[in-house]
Nanobody, 120 residues
């Protein structure tokens, strides 16, 4: 079994910062990609940023220059540093990890979500 525990969400004023964390535990022997998604009310879930095992990152245009994703492979943890937050960043943020479970076979696991609210 794999468990993901997210933390760091909350209420912040526009222009402020938050740091999200997502720690994976259990049968996490080979984590491939780690990522953060978000879902605002009435909208589809969207990719915010991702990071590969080797550290290659990718992020949505809407957060480039403001959000930074990082990971600590020793702690099986992924982080999302969010700076210069805007009201439109308000959403539930979910982490996702992709585990290698066989040759060219992966399985995705999702966190429970953490609310980020940015007030204007």
């Amino acid at each position: 079994q794999v468990q993901l525990v997210e933390s760091g969400g909350g209420l912040v004023q526009a222009g402020g910062s938050l740091r999200l964390s997502c720690a994976a535990s259990g049968s996490v022997f080979s984590i491939n990609t780690m990522a953060w998604y978000r879902q605002a009310p009435g909208k589809q879930r969207e990719l915010v940023a991702s990071i590969t095992e080797s550290g290659t990152t990718n992020s949505a245009d809407s957060v480039k220059g403001r959000f930074t994703i990082s990971r600590d492979n020793g702690k099986n943890t992924v982080y999302l540093q969010m700076n210069s937050l805007k009201p439109e960043d308000t959403a539930v943020y979910y982490c996702k990890i992709r585990l290698s479970v066989g040759i060219a076979t992966w399985k995705d696991y999702w966190g429970q979500g953490t609310q980020v609210t940015v007030s204007s």
